[in-house]
């Protein structure tokens, strides 16, 4: 099977609505079929990877851990939105550590997530087959 | 709905609430399966519910292979010696025999 270039675009919060945890499943269902996956957080969707969510208090499932998972994977481009975050007073420190282990490169653990402007995530979008909106 | 020592299990077995899990459930699953416990499941039953717990998935056969590989060595993380402790797929009845859900993607 040919590999695609899959993007899944993230542009809601983490909570009150169900798109967050089901791009989440797609994406690691997408993973199984070992397709050239990236996501993108944009607007909203930047909350998706902030450090430090609690859920305790709605009792809802904390699947924000579940992006550290993405590493062993093999989704490692994570791209997030210089202006969406900074819109927000956000920074890339305020985002989870996410990391993943560098086959070629004697298993280094490498950052997976990386910040870039609207102009920059355009380009990168125009370069996939595919691109899926949540 | 089926009970598996009083707890509430789907039409496939899997738990329904997570929280129910003990060992004596584990071990009855395993018993209804023909499967003899020993600790080399228990090994990759406690890493199943480690990794649950740190990452609230159940990992893909290709991601335990690879996790298991790493802390208990390549002789063990393979899918050859998984699935001769778990014939119906470490995947599938590992992780309903360690209280976890069906692992995302897993047909």
Redesign the interface.
């Known amino acids: 099977m040919a590999t695609k270039k899959f993007m899944y675009l993230n542009r809601r919060s983490s909570f009150g609505t169900v798109y967050a945890i089901e791009s989440l499943e797609v994406v690691l269902i997408a993973a199984a079929f070992e397709q050239d996956v990236s996501l993108a957080f944009m607007d909203d969707g930047v909350y998706q990877i902030v450090e430090g969510q609690e859920t305790d208090g709605i009792g809802m499932k904390n699947f924000s851990k579940t992006f550290h998972a993405l590493g062993d994977y093999d989704i490692n481009k994570l791209y997030v939105s210089k202006e969406s975050l900074e819109e927000r007073g956000l920074s890339e420190s305020d985002l989870m550590p996410l990391v993943y282990e560098d086959e070629d490169d004697d298993w280094e653990e490498k950052p997976s997530v990386k910040v870039v402007t609207n102009d920059e995530l355009k380009a990168i979008m125009s370069e996939q087959d595919v691109c899926l909106s949540f | 709905m089926a009970q598996i020592c009083g707890a509430e299990v789907d039409e496939e077995g899997f738990l329904v609430d997570l929280k129910d899990w003990n060992e004596d459930i584990c071990k009855q699953m395993a018993q209804d399966d023909d499967v003899d416990l020993t600790d080399e499941h228990w090994d990759v039953i406690n890493f199943l519910r480690e990794y649950f717990e ?4 159940a ?2 056969v ?2 335990l292979t ?2 298991i590989a790493k802390r208990m060595g390549k002789d063990k993380g393979n899918s050859k010696y998984l699935y001769s402790l778990f014939p119906y797929g470490p995947g599938k009845q590992g992780c309903r025999f360690a209280g976890l859900p069906k692992p ?2 897993c047909i």
């Open positions: 740190e990452y609230q998935i990992p893909a290709r991601v690879k996790a995302t993607g």
